[in-house]
C-alpha cells in the first residue's frame, strides 16, 4: 500500500522555523522526484495550489516558488525513504495545509500556521 506521511507542522511566530517530513512506503522512493505543495486556507485541493519546492531523485537539483527561495530547503533521505523542508523565517502568508507528491501520490497534509 503506498503511503506518503507529512509531519512536522504546527503553530510558529513569525520569523520562527519548522521543517516538515513526508515518509514514504509501498513504492520505489528513490526514483520519484519529491514535491512540497500548499494549500492556503480556505481553498479545496486542487484549487489555488501552490508547488512550493520539488527535487530531483538524487537530491542534486532543487527548485523553489520565488515566495519561498531563500527561506525554505528541500532535501531528501533516500535511505530513510524521507524528504525534507526546512523553512526559515516563516511568514503569516506561509500559513497553509502542506503536502508532499510523488507523481500520481499525495500525502495527507499536515497544518502550518504562522501567528503571533
Known amino acids: 500500500q503506498v503511503q506518503l506521511v507529512e509531519s512536522g507542522g504546527g503553530l510558529v511566530q513569525p520569523g520562527g522555523s519548522l521543517r516538515l517530513s513526508c515518509t514514504a512506503s509501498?513504492?520505489?522512493?528513490?526514483?520519484?522526484?519529491m514535491n512540497w505543495y500548499r494549500q492556503a486556507p480556505g481553498k479545496e485541493r486542487g484549487l489555488e495550489r501552490e508547488?512550493?519546492?520539488?527535487?530531483?531523485?538524487?537530491?542534486?537539483?532543487?527548485n523553489y516558488a520565488d515566495s519561498v527561495k531563500g527561506r525554505f530547503t528541500i532535501s531528501r533521505n533516500n535511505a530513510r525513504k524521507t524528504v525534507y523542508l526546512q523553512m526559515n523565517n516563516l511568514e503569516p502568508d506561509d500559513t497553509a495545509v502542506y503536502y508532499c507528491r510523488a507523481g500520481a501520490y499525495w500525502g495527507q497534509g499536515t497544518q502550518v500556521t504562522v501567528s503571533s
Open positions: 509501498g513504492f520505489a522512493f528513490s526514483t520519484y522526484a
Open positions: 508547488l512550493v519546492a520539488t527535487i530531483n531523485t538524487n537530491g542534486g537539483t532543487t
